[in-house]
């Protein structure tokens, strides 16, 4: 296949390669940023939508430092969903494209090595991990660079404007900015130019996260075994590491069962589908509910312990199914009920248009 590369000078010369790209064609590469997988979403979500904006083609690559890395070292977030376009970032070789920031030209060259190291999160909460400084400039080092769009030719400790453009083939994504930041900057002749967050988010959801056939086939084993013909009442309940961030964490979740019992009581026959991750709060749902209650059979931690997601698992695909599958499997409720700190929580108000009152979450 023959690649159109453009160099600094603009003169276009051809190269014998494997990669495949349209002449003046650029690109946003997104990657992981070591966060639990709804964190991940809204980062790519909020890079997808930077991408529209200064007219990039995407490309989502979660590598070794994905908390959802496979032992085979390919791309963690397609082992879930389909690619967000026609690209991967085996396209992208160092040496034929120019990056920003600048290091992760030469660490292009290898795209399956780790790139980044980050600290151990297990002395952190995720809050802190993410606002932790670098050290020095140096990929091998750096904790997170705090460039979210474009780099200042190699120094990736100064901060950039999120919309900044600049003239390199391919932009790295590896930093988490909040969607609030590149709002004001959508086009007013773009389609989601006056949406507000949430509905933000949803349409990026339907525009580009498809899950893959097998993930859905999982979704959907358990709908139909568990909860198909049934009307539901899903709720997610947030323990573990989450306290860390929100300080009455505790006594918010004192608050589920008075809200739960409300909309059990105006609906007979309602069963209710918990989302949690503590051992605690499943055993006394079980107590309270009984039969009525559904959950899925995955790892949970105790009430005040490590996050789930910051766990090693066997297999790190399971543990991305696992919050998929309970993710997808609450939007299919009639209602739910969830933390409004939690991007979990968060994104299941996304994925689906909720009708008035049957979605409320809790602060």
Known sequence: MILLHETDGGNRMAMNTGVKRIAGTKFILIREIRAGLWHELHHILTQLLVAEILQRVPVVYWGKGSLYAPSDGSNAFEQFFLPVSGFNVQDLPGGYFTYDPGHWDKAAAAPLSPLITLYPLSRLSPTEAMLMPAEDDSPAE??????????????????????????????????????????????????LCGLKRRDLFACLIRKYIRLKDEVRDFIDDFYNEHMRGAAFLAAHIRSSDKIFEVQHLHELNGRYAAEIDKILDANPGMRLFLMTDCVEILEEYRQKYGEILVHTECRRTCRDGMGVHFQEYPDNRLKGLEIIRDSWL??????????????????????????????????
């Open 330 to 363: 609450a939007a299919r409720c009639d209602y739910f009920i969830g933390n409004g700190y939690s991007k979990v929580s968060s994104g299941i108000s996304e994925l689906k248009d909720w009708e008035d009152g049957r979605i409320r979450l809790l602060y």
């Open 142 to 191: 750096a904790a997170v660079t705090i460039t979210p769009v474009c780099g200042t030719g190699g120094n990736s400790k100064r901060q950039r404007h999120p919309l900044a453009e600049c003239n390199v083939d391919v932009i790295v994504c590896d930093t988490y900015i909040d969607i609030e930041n590149v709002v004001p900057y959508i086009p007013e002749d773009h389609p």
